[in-house]
Structure formats: structure tokens, C-alpha cells
């Protein structure tokens, strides 16, 4: 067996040094801070975003279901009276529809 010449060709004790090195440096420290900075600014504004979406479904919910729902009970009415004037033979005047 050959032996091996200079230091290209270490073992596995000496790769471990270089990643301990490496995963200690500033650097990596660094972005590991920024990394967690980054989670809890998205956890931040995913919790606001919902909160701000609750808001909007249960407003849209009270105040403007109801109003679609009371203007489709007018457009039925009105409907409602058109019919019965023409069965009655009479013309719908535009001040019977609403207009």
C-alpha cells in the first residue's frame, strides 16, 4: 500500500475541524440570526394578515349580506307588482317600478 503525501488527504478528524470552524464562524451565526428574524416577521404578519381577514369577513357578513339580502327582497317585490299589473291589463308605469 502507498503511502500518502501532504495534507489533501486527511482524515475524518480534520474534516471535522474545518465544519466545527465553519458552523462557529460569524458568518453563519449571522445568518443564523437573520434566518430567525425572518420566521418570527412572517409569523408576525401571517398572524396579522388573518386577524385583519377576520375582521373583513365577519364587517362584510353584518353589514353588506344584509343589504344584498334586502335589495333581492325589493327587486322581487317590484317584480311582484309588475306581474300583477300586466295580468290586471293595466301598463307599469316607470313610478310603480321604483325608477
Known amino acids: ?3 500518502r503525501i501532504g495534507g489533501a488527504g486527511k482524515s475524518g478528524g480534520g474534516d ?7 458552523s462557529n464562524s460569524e458568518i453563519v451565526s449571522q445568518g443564523r440570526r437573520a434566518a430567525g428574524d425572518a420566521v ?3 409569523k ?3 398572524w396579522s394578515t388573518g386577524k385583519a381577514a377576520w375582521i373583513a369577513g365577519t364587517t362584510f357578513l353584518i353589514l353588506v349580506v344584509p343589504l344584498i ?4 327582497r ?3 317585490l317590484n317584480e311582484l307588482d309588475l306581474q300583477q299589473a300586466s295580468l290586471l ?8 317600478r321604483g325608477m
Do not use: C, F, T, Y
Open 16 to 22: 471535522s475541524n474545518i465544519l466545527a470552524r465553519i
Open 1 to 3: 500500500m502507498a503511502k
Open 40 to 42: 418570527g416577521v412572517s
Open 69 to 72: 339580502i334586502e335589495m333581492d
Open 44 to 46: 408576525k404578519l401571517i
Open 89 to 96: 291589463g293595466a301598463p307599469a308605469s316607470p313610478a310603480q
Open 74 to 76: 325589493e327587486a322581487q
